[in-house]
């Protein structure tokens, strides 16, 4: 892990292309997250543990990348987000909680970027774990809640796009009814 870690502070961003740093931010978001995590496992429950009063972990000075030491905050509000304008990076990036979107098996690679981004978005889109749809209303991740800009307020299309099957039909068949809700965010560690 150290190694990888040390490998990524070495990298110059800048010298990569737009996709390549693209993968680049988000392995490195999800890499130190590990890190951050591991300092304090096993006693840790969640994330939120290891925050202060007056920091949440997001905003620990500690991940070293390009010469200097930023936070998990700044690689997600400052880099990615805004330079990428995806919202496929939020089904991409891992905070470690239970309600996160999985950590996929192997590093995310610009050549093979967007094909991993649309796999690890359909794969959250479809899990039964982070939808439910009741009569009327579509009950989604706060994700789509607490980022609703980057899905242009429109959960419904977002959904129609990435969601397959018997899911899709549904949502497709109702959608001029349907009401979004958000469910519970479990915060507790996930098994990455």
């Known amino acids: 892990m150290n190694q990888y870690l040390k490998v990524l502070e070495n ?27 591991l300092s304090s496992y096993p006693g840790v429950k969640s994330i939120k543990d290891l925050g202060s009063f007056l920091k949440s972990p997001w905003e620990k000075k500690f991940v070293r990348l390009d010469g200097g030491v930023t936070t998990l905050d700044h690689i997600e509000h400052n880099i990615l987000r805004p330079q990428f304008k995806d919202p496929r990076v939020h089904f991409a990036i891992n905070c470690s909680a239970a309600s996160c979107p999985p950590l996929r098996p192997e590093p995310y690679l610009g050549d093979s970027l967007d094909q991993q981004l649309n796999d690890s978005t359909r794969s959250f889109v479809n899990d039964g774990n982070n939808y439910r749809l009741e009569g009327n209303t579509l ?54």
């Open 11 to 37: 990298t110059d961003p800048k010298s990569l292309s737009q996709s390549d740093q693209f993968a680049f931010y988000t392995n490195a978001y999800n890499a130190w997250t590990i890190k951050l995590i």
């Open 139 to 192: 009950y989604v991740s706060r994700i789509f809640k607490w980022f609703s800009e980057d899905f242009n307020d429109d959960v419904l299309s977002f959904y129609l796009k990435y969601a397959e099957g018997e899911l899709k039909k549904q949502i497709a068949q109702k959608k001029d009814a349907l009401q979004i809700k958000y469910l519970h965010y479990d915060w507790s560690l996930n098994r990455i």
